[in-house]
């Protein structure tokens, strides 16, 4: 699972969806010739990139190369169980990435066409956000 090895602030806010505008990076193939994009604003766990990652990597067998566009940064906290309502903010629990629409979240390269649409379309049903593959 993918998280931060030191951040700032242990805790964050959880911040707002007030007007949720499309990603300005993130938003074009840079690595490989096919891609998986999210087309709705989601926040995307560290088990679901993982789970997504394994799909991918199982179709490609031996060829091909992935690549991973986007990292879990951001701290989601959580109280324990049956905690009385007050005494501040829970521990640190999981850790999620932002996502808005548009941003590219898996790239490929490497291996046919028809093989990487498949793989990728599988790898977005393990996520939050509707996703579509793009390619170049």
């Given amino acids: 699972m993918l998280i931060p090895k030191k951040?700032?602030?242990r805790k964050w806010q959880k911040g707002r969806?007030?007007?949720i505008r499309t990603a300005s990076t993130k938003i074009e193939l840079a690595f490989g010739s096919y891609?998986?994009?999210a087309m709705t604003p989601a926040w995307i766990t560290s088990q679901e990139i993982e789970a997504g990652r394994r799909v991918l990597t199982r179709f490609i067998k031996?060829?091909?190369k992935v690549w991973i566009r986007v990292f879990p940064d951001k701290p989601v906290t959580k109280?324990?169980?049956e905690v009385p309502m007050g005494s501040g903010k829970g521990a640190p629990d999981h850790y999620v990435?932002?996502?808005?629409p548009g941003t590219i979240i898996y790239e490929m390269d490497g291996i046919p066409a028809e093989v990487a649409k498949e793989a990728l379309q599988?790898?977005?049903y393990k996520l939050s956000p509707v996703c579509?593959?793009?390619s170049k």
């Fill in 17 to 19: 969806a007030r007007n």
């Fill in 97 to 100: 990435a932002v996502i808005r």
């Fill in 132 to 134: 579509k593959y793009v």
């Fill in 79 to 81: 109280k324990g169980n």
């Fill in 35 to 37: 891609g998986l994009k």
């Fill in 122 to 124: 599988s790898a977005g």
């Fill in 62 to 64: 031996k060829g091909g």
């Fill in 7 to 9: 951040v700032k602030y």
